[in-house]
């Protein structure tokens, strides 16, 4: 167990909403153990799941990643407790499971962290995008149904998803843009410059924008903290009423070292093109247009009035 005073006051503040024993306990949580790692988004041999209640996500992290999360961990408190309404995926606890029967197995490190669609029963959920501002490798929907999609008008914009983790291409093609009001636009854009500024500040520039989209009649959850009521955006517009979008900054244990350049260095190679864009960096201090639209790699993902 490590930083156990950290991790407590992680806990505490949203212990209004949090039971981290009843979402884990084990009698209601069997078939999901069982069925750990099978879902889409996991990285190949991670083992992951989602606690019974949809509240909480445990998964295996790398020794890096572990490492990055320790050393990460007195500023993202300090940044939590500054900005309630951050974006940042919420952790609540880094342990290390050791084998000593079995000298051959190395440990392995988990964490638990809080679901970005923390209540949202699976029904509930519309669409899932993972998004990091990159067009390269960030499709998963096929051109032809994307080209259907593009040619249909009224009722049949309604895109009928297969999919549970979508991703760049396909939110454009299928959502456009976030549909919220001006005051949740230039809430938002606060928060996301703030932990952004924090991340790079951190030497971490691999993360994503996880962005659901949640037919409220379904959610039997509701908003279930006012404390992080930004990552709860309800939609607007016309046909909007019923739905609302989640959001959560994730995926953001890894730093820009020399592995990570290296890798984009390979990928511009493999596209042929060195000037392609595949950066993961989401936003920048100018992305903004009067503070009601986010540049997402040179796209704009907040609706304009």
């Not at 992680?10 to 979402?23: H, K, Q």
């Not at 379904?218 to 009521?229: D, F």
């Amino acid at each position: 167990i490590f930083a156990t005073r950290i991790f407590e006051g992680l806990v505490a503040r949203d212990s209004d909403y949090l039971r981290v024993a009843e979402s884990l306990e084990p009698r209601i949580n069997e078939s999901a153990i069982l069925s750990a790692g099978t879902a889409d988004g996991g990285r190949s041999g991670e083992f992951f799941f989602f606690s019974s209640d949809h509240r909480l996500l445990l998964k295996t992290i790398s020794a890096d990643e572990r490492q990055t999360l320790i050393g990460l961990l007195p500023a993202y408190w300090d940044h939590v407790n500054m900005h309630p309404n951050s974006l940042l995926s919420r952790f609540y606890g880094l342990f290390e499971l050791r084998f000593d029967d079995v000298p051959s197995q190395a440990p392995i490190s988990l964490i638990i962290l809080q679901n970005v669609n923390v209540g949202a029963p699976p029904t509930s959920l519309i669409a899932c995008y993972d998004l990091k501002g990159s067009s390269v490798n960030r499709q998963v929907v096929s051109e032809e149904r994307l080209e259907e999609h593009r040619a249909s008008e009224g009722e049949q914009r309604r895109f009928n998803v297969t999919y549970r983790v979508m991703k760049d291409i396909d939110f454009f093609t299928i959502e456009g843009r976030l549909k919220i009001s001006e005051d949740d636009a230039a809430r938002f854009l606060t928060e996301v410059h703030s932990d952004v500024a924090f991340l790079r500040d951190a030497g971490i520039m691999d993360y994503s924008l996880f962005v659901s989209k949640v037919d409220q009649r379904r959610y039997y959850g509701g908003i279930p903290n006012t404390k992080h009521a930004l990552r709860f955006i309800r939609a607007v517009g016309e046909d909007q009423e019923d739905f609302s979008y989640n959001l959560g900054i994730i995926d953001f244990l890894q730093r820009y070292n020399l592995v990570k350049k290296v890798e984009r260095g390979l990928k511009l190679v493999k596209a042929l093109d060195p000037g392609l864009d595949i950066s993961c960096l989401l936003y920048t201090s100018d992305a903004a247009d009067d503070l009601l639209c986010v540049d997402l790699g040179g796209r704009r993902i907040i609706k304009k009035k």
